[in-house]
């Protein structure tokens, strides 16, 4: 199945903070990841609805899934120290 990539707002403000290589890494990451399902994903637990990660290097993408419309949100993009902490 092929995703299509939907960005929260303030996702978008997460990586336009980020310095071009790792937004580049991320961003293909992500593009891998929704055309072929190849990425290091766990699905996150206790967490409902259901959120997933991307690990890439240091960073973490949380998003969640919407297979009725083929879509994966894309929450947010933080460091691994500051992606699991609720706000």
Request: avoid cysteine; hydrophobic fraction near 50%; glycine fraction near 0%.
């Given at each position: 199945m092929i995703w299509n990539l939907e960005w929260?707002?303030?996702a978008l403000k997460d990586v336009r903070k980020l310095d071009p290589s790792h937004r580049g890494r991320i961003v293909?990451?992500?593009e891998r990841?929704?055309?072929s399902g190849e990425g290091?994903?766990?699905q996150l637990s206790g967490i409902d609805p259901p959120?997933?990660?991307l690990r890439v290097g240091d960073w973490r993408i949380r998003f969640q899934r919407d297979p009725t419309r083929?879509?994966?949100l894309?929450?947010?993009v933080l460091p691994r120290d500051k992606v699991y902490r609720t706000e």
């Open positions: 929260t707002s303030r293909a990451a992500l990841y929704a055309r290091d994903i766990v959120e997933h990660r083929t879509v994966l894309i929450l947010r």
